[in-house]
């Protein structure tokens, strides 16, 4: 039986990938991979809390609403990556500095 | 002028003051506009000329006839008008004349004498100068005027003395006359200053005159009593003491003498003139005006002083080797004659004889210029080592310079007072008064009259010994040095004429038509203050026949002696030589004892200034400069650090915060990381 701390378990383990992702990569790419990884580990507590709501598959639900939503902004937030692509020809977050003092 | 004097007057004194006054144009004129012109000599000449005649206009209207007296209010002090004017008496005509009439040759012969001299031009300015001074001062009716006119013959005098001014010796005369003076000057300026006190004015004619204050005052009790009011008798003793200083330092009396023996640093010429008419007659002609204030104490110690100086003076000129030395140690001597005469009450003769003595006087320095100017041309021709003065290198220039030996002849006979020459009638005229004076005093005062006899014998001697070593024998000069070439003589017209023209003047008729009896000299019936004049005891027989007798004797010793040394000579090593040498020791004596204690107390008083006052000075600027070292680090590290602690902090804080800001994402990913993980550690902890 799997109960739900294997979920949370598997949950945290997603979160912490994604984190370690975000905080180390020098890709813009790779950081929006980390980002999905760690919505993926926030849907996946979602879905595994779901089972105590009184309301059936209302957990579910929400994670298909979250999905598209992640969907949406990733699609947002490729256009960024490809705009600032355009103007610094590069996609490594720490040369894009131009707002330093 | 004061509108209340007749016309005739008015006149007079109109004429009197363009007298004084022309000098004092010549010396304007040349200051503004000629510059260094050779115009200058004769712009003075013209003036002094001038004077001389307006002055015997002056003197011929007033003299033996009244008293001129004008005068206007000059300014006012509270209460106290002060006047200013002119007075003319016998004594202030007798003066201006005197003074233009030896002024006149003296410029004459100093147009040729200083003619190749660089300060030509300046010499005259000062010339000028001092004549005006000296004009002024004898006619002057107040006290203040006569005052400032005394320190303009002193300052004119230290211009003159100090002429050439890069000579050292000269700077050092003329400062040493200018100090003597200003102690003479002290005593002036005191005994004014109490003569004010006492009768509340500046006026002469009201102080001095024959209805004067000081006539109608009185010494009762130890008071000094005047018509305004009675002082203690002390400070009439202490004014007629300032007079008696400036007297002194003027007419170079004993103990203040030693300035006009160095005075001789000056142009011959001004030595001339100083000697004769304008510096040292103003010491007896403030004698002649102050004449009243003196009671018989006071007469009798001016006797003595007069009779010391010049007895002093006398022995001193027998042992000195400089020509123009010997002849300022003679008019010493002489001018101890004049004061003596005062003393002893001959007041015309003591006029007289500064008037007979500034001819032969002035004759005689005229003579000595010309000698110099000679001795200094063969020195200059021939580049030897000598100085142009000494006697010793000088004689037989009877016959190179004629003209000139019969002027010093006939001046230097005058000096010793022989008959038939000036000096014979005024000079023992002062001998009989004093020993018509001394009958009836004191034993010692007895002595006065006898010291004053040996004196003119002395006299007799240095007078001769001074003309056998520079006119008779050979030319010692000559003699030491046979190969050098000599051309000399009287020189042209500017030094004859005043010397003919003096010679003239130092005869007997000049003054007198009698050539023997000094009673008869006009000049003495001037003054009314003489009671002498009647040939009451023998005195008026023995003495003139004593002193020439003498004088002739000792003089033809002296021209034996000196011209054929063959017989015997005088020893050059003895106590007295000595002391006559080295002129008494005074002045040894004035720098061992007061120049060394002056010198010593400024030394003291510029290292008390350099180390006390300047120390305390010092040591505030050094408590000044610490405060302030004290307070800079106080404001440097105390209230500076404080600032800067603040500055730093929020300077620390902003780094600290701005590390954070620093423009990488990940970072601030990173931070926000860090927070929740701490606030979750602590959570933890605290649960």
């Known amino acids: 039986m799997i109960n739900l701390n294997d979920f949370m378990l598997v949950s945290v383990v997603l979160f912490c990938i994604g984190l370690f992702i975000i905080v180390s990569k020098k890709n813009a790419i790779m950081i929006l991979i980390g980002i999905e990884l760690m919505l993926n580990a926030a849907i996946l507590n979602l879905v595994a809390f779901g089972k105590y709501d009184r309301i059936n598959n209302g957990g579910q639900m929400f994670a298909l609403f979250a999905i598209v939503l992640a969907a949406a902004t990733t699609a947002v937030a490729l256009a960024i990556i490809l705009n600032v692509y355009r103007r610094y020809k590069t996609i490594n977050p720490d040369k894009i500095n131009q707002l330093k003092d | 002028m004061n509108p209340t004097l007749p016309y005739n007057d008015a006149q007079t004194v109109t004429l009197a003051i ?3 006054v022309l000098p004092f144009a010549a010396f304007v004129v040349n200051f503004l506009l000629l510059g260094k012109s050779k115009a200058s000599g004769w712009v003075s000449t013209l003036a002094i000329l001038a004077s001389k005649v307006l002055a015997a206009n002056v003197f011929f209207k007033v003299w033996d006839n009244h008293t001129i007296h004008a005068q206007q209010v000059w300014f006012t002090i509270g209460a106290t008008k002060v006047q200013a004017g002119i007075l003319l008496n016998n004594l202030s005509v007798l003066m201006l004349l005197l003074v233009s009439v030896i002024a006149l040759p003296v410029h004459i012969y100093s147009t040729a004498y200083m003619k190749d001299d660089e300060g030509y031009s ?3 300015r000062y010339l000028s100068l001092f004549c005006f001074s000296m004009l002024a001062l004898v006619v002057v009716d107040n006290l203040i005027l006569l005052y400032a006119f005394w320190e303009v013959v002193g300052f004119s005098s230290y211009l003159l003395i100090g002429f050439w001014f890069t000579r050292e010796s000269a700077i050092m005369a003329n400062k040493k006359a200018f100090i003597m003076n200003r102690i003479g000057d002290i005593g002036l300026l005191i005994a004014i200053l109490i003569l004010f006190v006492q009768y509340r004015t500046f006026d002469i004619e009201q102080i001095f005159g024959n209805k004067g204050s000081i006539v109608n005052s009185v010494i009762t009790n130890g008071q000094w009593i005047s018509r305004l009011g ?9 004014a007629v003491g300032g007079i008696f200083l400036a007297v002194a330092a003027k007419s170079a009396q004993f103990p203040l003498h030693t300035w006009l023996p160095d005075a001789m640093e000056g142009p011959t010429s001004v030595s001339a003139l100083i000697h004769a008419a304008t510096m040292v007659a103003a010491g007896v002609f403030l004698l002649g005006r102050f004449y009243p204030m003196f009671n018989g104490t006071e007469l009798t110690i001016l006797a003595i002083i007069g009779c010391f100086t010049a007895f002093m003076a006398a022995t001193i000129a027998l042992t000195q080797n400089d020509l123009k030395r010997i002849l300022a140690y003679s008019t010493i001597s002489q001018l101890g004659f004049m004061v003596m005469a005062m003393g002893v009450g001959a007041y015309s003769s003591s006029l007289f004889h500064l008037a007979t003595h500034a001819f032969f006087k002035c004759l005689l320095f005229l003579v000595a210029g010309i000698v110099i100017h000679q001795m200094k041309h063969i020195k200059d021709d021939n580049n030897l080592d000598i100085d142009p003065q000494n006697i010793l290198h000088m004689g037989g220039l009877r016959k190179k310079l004629p003209l000139t030996f019969i002027a010093a002849l006939i001046g230097g006979l005058a000096l010793v007072g022989l008959p038939l020459t000036s000096g014979y009638l005024s000079k023992d005229g002062i001998l009989i008064q004093a020993f018509d004076w001394s009958d009836g005093k004191a034993d010692i005062l007895k002595l006065v009259p006898y010291v004053a006899l040996f004196t003119s014998w002395l006299t007799a001697f240095y007078v001769a010994r001074l003309i056998v070593k520079v006119f008779f024998g ?20 500017q030094y004859k004429v005043p010397l003919v023209f003096l010679a003239i ?10 050539p023997v009896f000094y009673e008869d000299a006009w000049l003495n019936k001037g003054f009314a203050k003489v009671n002498f004049l009647a040939r009451e005891n023998m005195y008026h027989y023995i003495i003139p026949v004593l002193v020439n007798v003498l004088s002739v004797v000792v003089m033809y010793g002296a021209y034996v002696v000196y011209v054929k040394r063959n017989s015997w000579s005088f020893p050059q090593t003895g106590l007295l030589f000595r002391i006559s040498f080295n002129e008494w020791y005074i002045d040894t004596f004035y720098n061992r004892v007061i120049v060394r204690f002056v010198m010593w107390l400024s030394y003291a008083s510029y290292w008390f200034d350099r180390k006390v006052i300047d120390g305390l000075v010092n040591l505030v600027e050094k408590i000044g400069i610490a405060l302030a070292g004290i307070a800079a680090w106080f404001d440097k590290h105390i209230v500076d650090g404080f600032l800067h602690l603040i500055a730093d902090i929020v300077h620390g804080i902003g780094g600290f915060a701005r590390r954070f800001q620093g423009g990488k994402i990940q970072y601030y990913l990173y931070s926000m990381l860090l927070v929740l993980v701490t606030v979750f550690i602590l959570k933890l902890i605290w649960t």
């Open chain 2, 18 to 20: 363009i007298a004084v």
């Open chain 2, 122 to 124: 300046r010499y005259f």
């Open chain 2, 230 to 238: 009675s002082v203690p008798a002390l400070w009439q003793y202490i």
């Open chain 2, 474 to 493: 050979d030319f010692r000069l000559q003699k030491m040095n046979p190969q050098i070439h000599i051309h000399m003589g009287d020189g042209g017209w």
């Open chain 2, 505 to 514: 003047c130092c005869l007997f008729p000049v003054f007198s038509y009698s």
